[in-house]
């Protein structure tokens, strides 16, 4: 009896030895690899798209070898289609001898409308209802004009973007979007020679005399020749 109970008693001895101890060494190595892995940091976000900027890159194509003269041109957000071709459309802001004209370039001729020269456009500034007008011609037939560029001008200043759609030759309906953010800032340094206020006062254009009853067609005063001029 004595041998037994001495067998016991040894027994949970070096049971509690070993439980003191911890797992052993593959135990402990099992518990590491089935640990979960730490979670990965969160993917950075793709850049967000750069919209188009204002430029006066291609001042001397729009107003040739005129002085007193500014041009600003704004690509299209996006591409459309013409005929048998895509195009990225430009917003053109142009003074020449304090007359403003604001045009679409178009890239294409426009499709022909009964008994009238003019072209149907619909388009909208910012959050603005959606407006229908008849824009005039270019000469070369590439471009859409404004009734009032001065007046145009002003509300471009104050807006963030604009839509506007129409309908080039053999082709559907497109619908062009610009950024049209930064003009005030752009126009301000021409300002006195545009006939434009000073952009302490949003930068607002200032109607040359007579422009409400139509802007002179660019280049007309000294017979140059410059792209985009009005029919």
């Known amino acids: 009896m004595a041998i037994l109970v001495a067998v016991a008693v040894g027994g949970l001895v070096t049971f509690g030895l070993l439980s003191a101890r911890g797992p052993s060494a593959d135990v402990a190595a099992a518990r590491v690899e089935a ?136 082709a559907a309906s497109v619908v062009a979007q610009f950024n049209v953010s930064g003009l005030g800032t752009l126009v301000e340094a021409f300002a006195k020679e545009c006939g434009w206020k000073s952009a302490s006062a949003d930068a607002t254009a200032a109607p040359p005399a007579g422009a409400r009853q139509g802007l002179r067609p660019a280049g007309e005063a000294n017979g140059s020749r410059t792209p985009a001029r009005k029919r």
């Open 35 to 170: 640990a979960p892995p730490k979670p990965s940091r969160a993917a950075a976000p793709p850049a967000a798209t750069i919209s188009q900027k204002w430029n006066s890159d291609n001042r001397a194509y729009w107003v040739g070898n005129e002085r007193k003269a500014a041009a600003f041109e704004l690509p299209a957000e996006n591409t459309v289609t013409i005929w048998m071709n895509e195009v990225r459309p430009l917003l053109v802001v142009r003074c020449i001898a304090k007359s403003t004209e604001v045009f679409v370039w178009t890239g294409t001729a426009l499709a022909m409308e009964a008994n009238t020269e003019d072209h149907a456009v619909t388009y909208r500034l910012d959050d603005e209802p959606e407006l229908t007008e008849r824009w005039r011609d270019s000469a070369e037939h590439d471009a859409l004009f404004t009734p009032d560029g001065a007046a145009f001008t002003e509300r471009l200043i104050r807006a963030r973007s604009m839509r506007i759609g129409y309908t080039p030759h053999n």
